[in-house]
């Protein structure tokens, strides 16, 4: 089954202590994306990775890191996590664009609380 | 700054009812205008997407409708049914800034039976 899998689903964690969400995808899609969903504002790119070894700034990259050493995973960092970075969190997949933008692929999301 | 602005931000419709969402864009680069539906504890999953080359599209119960001179484009769901209730999210890109999708902020679409 084609699928983007993120873990953890759920993570309560104190500020400061780092934390590393994985994503996973078995589409063998190039290009992924991390967003955060915040009511009210909808979801916002964090970062996003266009290949292997080639990552860019989002909207809102602030206080995050990602790596994308194999083209399947893409984790995404937070060294020193804040309150503010409170959020659900969504890992999503899409092919290289050809002629046409393609669609993304999302995971079930990831509930971070930040205490 | 929202460069896709999204209304309502919640909307209650009877069931057999027509749901309208409304987004309205800025930039005038983008190129790809899709919409993605969310229910609880999933990830959004396309619904239905349109290109500027097009003024309608239409999926079954679901069409898109853009005006690209008053950079708007409205989703509607006719017949809407119990099944529908989720939330909606409309989006856009453009070919030039890659996989940069930028979104509407959400609307919370409830059908009443």
């Known amino acids: 089954e084609a699928q983007v899998t993120q873990n953890p689903r759920y993570l309560i964690t104190v500020t400061g202590k780092k934390l590393t969400v994985t994503c996973s995808q078995n589409m063998n899609h190039e290009y992924m994306s991390w967003y955060r969903q915040d009511p009210g504002l909808g979801l916002r790119q964090i970062y996003y990775?266009?290949?292997?070894?080639?990552?860019d700034k989002g909207d809102v990259p602030e206080g995050y890191k990602v790596s994308r050493k194999e083209k399947r995973n893409f984790p995404l960092i937070l060294e020193s996590p804040s309150p503010n970075q409170t959020s659900l969190y969504f890992c999503a997949s899409s092919p290289s664009e050809g002629e046409l933008n393609q669609p993304q692929h999302f995971g079930d999301g990831t509930r971070l609380s930040i205490l | 700054q929202q460069q896709v602005k999204q209304s309502p931000q919640s909307l209650i419709v009877q069931k057999g009812g027509i749901s309208i969402i409304n987004c309205a864009y800025e930039?005038?680069?983008?190129?790809?205008f899709p919409w993605y539906q969310q229910f609880p504890g999933k990830g959004p999953a396309l619904l239905i997407a349109?290109?500027?080359?097009?003024s309608e599209k239409k999926e079954g119960r679901f069409t898109i409708s853009f005006n690209k001179s008053a950079k708007q484009f409205s989703l509607h769901i006719m017949d809407s049914q119990p099944g529908d209730s989720a939330t909606y999210f409309c989006?856009?890109?453009?070919?030039?800034?890659?996989?940069?999708?930028?979104f509407g902020q959400g609307t919370r679409l409830t059908i009443n039976p």
């Open positions: 930039n005038t680069a983008f190129d790809y």
């Open positions: 349109i290109r500027p080359d097009v």
């Open positions: 989006a856009a890109n453009s070919k030039q800034g890659a996989q940069k999708l930028v």
């Open positions: 990775s266009m290949n292997v070894e080639v990552t």
